[in-house]
């Protein structure tokens, strides 16, 4: 008996996710290797980040997504080298594993512009384990602010600033908004919550930059609403334990700020660039590799590129945008490709991407969203954003905790993840002199 084709998936995220469902029927052995357990669902990391969700209420077990498909398998590792010749992947651990054909699903990381050093100062939200030291950054700043010596302290204490102005930027800094105005009101005895500064630094002129024009003016209008300070065309020069340093136009500006959020770009990971490296693609600025119109690198046709790791461009030469839906319906057609192939049959159809639309939301009952070319803002788009949200969650039994959290946090504003976590890099920083000597017989 002939063996089987097998098809080896880098990445259980949205698009190797869809990319293995899409293979159920196909006579292939399917090998989904991650380097978690688990499928994100990264779209609400930032509902753990500020103590809406917890994260076992957005992470499905991988083995659990795909118990019933008999022809795959889930294997937990990190791929970290390629043979494209001689079609054999290598792990970490010096494992190699055989393809026919290669789904690369490993997505992006997130990128401090040269400036690694702020990652300390300035988490990015990327993973579980990045969201739960925002929250812990978050909550422990209130918690320092009431232990505060001075005034001054306090107020850099609950002084709050994200940087970068994207859907991420947005979602973190209304909910943060949010959490001060009505979750924390009456928690403190000290300070005032609700007095907090939250600024949004962004470097183009606008937020939102990819949406329409008058859904990026309506952003920032409710996000201005919920008492978000937004700052354009600044350039952020520095980022330390006392606060962030920006460049605004002939200007240098401080901001003494304890807690700082980083939404800015992303680039590739180490793997992506191995990849690039052995089978000598073509990559863009932020390291995405170059891939033809059927997802595969040129000369590699057993070699597809899916989600933010894959520069593809539509039918009018634009880059896809790195967004889950763009990554899901990549993963099913390089699965219907693979199958087709399998079957005899060449699938000479380019990828098409179906822009179903985007939505950003910023608050309760706030959000802006661009579908099907219908622009929509406020209390209807956040229910939108609801539905699809909630659609999308991979378990069922996710879906309907997500949603009794949410009913509950609409009703009350509480967040029942509020845990402070791990320890962060702010933790050590000034510790307020006058309770050094309670309590220790001085």
């Not at 690694?116 to 909550?139: C, F, G, M």
Request: aromatic share 8%; net charge positive; glycine share 10%.
């Amino acid at each position: 008996m002939e063996p089987k084709h097998q098809v080896v998936i880098l990445g259980g995220g949205f698009g190797g996710l869809a990319a293995a469902q899409k293979l159920k029927r196909t006579p292939v052995e399917v090998t989904l290797i991650d380097r978690r357990n688990f499928h994100l669902f990264q779209p609400l990391l930032y509902q753990v980040a500020t103590g809406s969700l917890s994260p076992g209420e957005i992470a499905a077990p991988l083995r659990g997504v795909l118990s019933r498909q008999k022809n795959a398998r889930v294997l937990l590792g990190e791929a970290v080298d390629i043979d494209p010749e001689a079609k054999r992947v290598i792990l970490r651990d010096g494992d190699t594993y055989a393809y026919d054909s290669l789904i690369v699903a490993t997505g992006s990381q997130t990128s401090y512009y040269g400036n690694d050093s702020w990652r300390q100062w300035a988490p990015s939200l990327k993973s579980v384990e990045e969201a739960t030291a925002i929250r812990h950054k978050i909550l422990y700043a209130f918690e320092r602010a009431e232990r505060a010596a001075t005034e001054e302290e306090a107020r850099a204490w609950l002084t709050f600033v994200i940087v970068g102005a994207g859907a991420t930027g947005l979602e973190l800094s209304g909910a943060l908004a949010e959490i001060a105005q009505e979750t924390l009101r009456h928690d403190f005895r000290k300070i005032r919550p609700q007095e907090a500064r939250i600024l949004l630094l962004e470097g183009a002129p606008r937020v939102l930059g990819v949406y329409p024009e008058d859904l990026s003016a309506k952003a920032e209008k409710l996000l201005t609403r919920l008492g978000v300070e937004v700052i354009k065309g600044v350039m952020v020069t520095n980022i330390g334990a006392e606060g962030v340093t920006f460049k605004r136009g002939d200007s240098t500006e401080s901001l003494a700020a304890r807690t700082v959020l980083w939404a800015g770009g992303v680039t590739t990971t180490p793997f992506g660039e191995r990849l690039a490296q052995r089978t000598k693609a073509e990559t863009d600025r932020s390291g995405r590799i170059k891939v033809q119109r059927d997802l595969t690198i040129p000369n590699y046709s057993d070699i597809f590129i899916i989600g933010d790791l894959a520069h593809a461009v539509d039918e009018k030469g634009k880059p896809l945008p790195g967004v889950a839906q763009v990554a899901m319906q990549g993963g099913a057609y390089a699965g219907k490709t693979i199958g087709a192939r399998v079957g005899g049959k060449q699938q000479a159809r380019p990828f098409h991407y179906f822009n179903k639309g985007d939505m950003a939301v910023i608050g309760r009952a706030a959000a802006v969203a661009n579908i099907f070319g219908v622009h929509i803002s406020g209390w209807p788009a956040w229910l939108i954003w609801l539905f699809i949200h909630l659609m999308y969650i991979v378990e069922f039994q996710s879906r309907v905790l997500v949603f009794i959290q949410w009913g509950f946090e609409y009703l009350t504003f509480s967040r029942g993840a509020r845990l402070i976590t791990g320890t962060a890099a702010t933790d050590s920083v000034t510790k307020p002199e006058t309770l050094g000597n309670i309590g220790d017989g001085r």
